[in-house]
């Protein structure tokens, strides 16, 4: 994979574990490391890409094929990328 940024270690919730189809999880963090921030909006899309380039925390917002909502977040340092519901944030 060429991203464009370093997840740095991966991690899912026991909630979006359990709630968002496992493929679905694997191509939305490939989307996510290559910039497309999925469903957020114009307004998170921009921050993100300029918190690409200064080094700030990253947040994409993905549905899975049963319609699940899930986050992706990238931590600032990019030590951490987690996996979450809404409602576990």
């Not at 997840?7 to 909630?15: E, F, N, Y």
């Not at 497309?36 to 899309?45: I, V």
């Not at 993905?62 to 990019?78: K, L, P, Q, S, V």
Request: aromatic share 8%; glycine share 6%; hydrophobic share 40%.
């Amino acid at each position: 994979m060429n991203a464009k940024f370093s997840l740095g270690q991966t991690v899912i919730t026991p909630a979006a574990l359990t709630a968002v189809h496992a493929e679905d999880i694997q191509a939305s963090l490939h989307r996510h490391a290559n910039g497309d921030w999925g469903d957020c909006c114009t307004e998170d899309a921009r921050e993100n890409d300029f918190a690409m380039s200064r080094g700030f925390r990253l947040l994409s917002v993905y549905h899975d094929r049963n319609g699940t909502t899930f986050w992706i977040i990238t931590e600032a340092d990019r030590s951490a990328t987690t996996i979450l519901l809404r409602d576990d944030y």
